[in-house]
């Protein structure tokens, strides 16, 4: 019954919405059956290759021009996830 409702959980939860998922079942313990989920942080390109996880976009300021912190030489910036 456990295996069968961490499957469907999975299923449903994850996979059906387009993720890959890797699932261990312990039972080392009598007291303490548990899973542990792997899931995929990285999207599918159309050909079926990995795509990227995330990208870099800079902020901008009000003319559009990238903006930066103090005497630093590098630009600010914030990770967008593509997932």
């Known amino acids: 019954e456990q295996k069968e409702l961490l499957t469907k959980y999975v299923q449903e ?3 059906n919405e387009g993720m890959v998922a890797d699932v261990a079942i312990h039972r ?3 007291d303490n059956p548990h899973a ?9 390109n159309s050909d079926g290759t990995w795509g990227i996880k995330s990208k870099k976009q800079y ?5 559009g021009n990238k903006t930066y912190t103090g005497t630093s030489k590098y630009p600010k910036s914030r990770k967008i996830l593509m997932v």
């Open 13 to 15: 939860n994850f996979v």
């Open 59 to 63: 902020i901008l300021d009000e003319n």
């Open 36 to 44: 542990h989920v792997m899931l995929t942080n990285r999207p599918f």
């Open 28 to 30: 080392d313990h009598p």
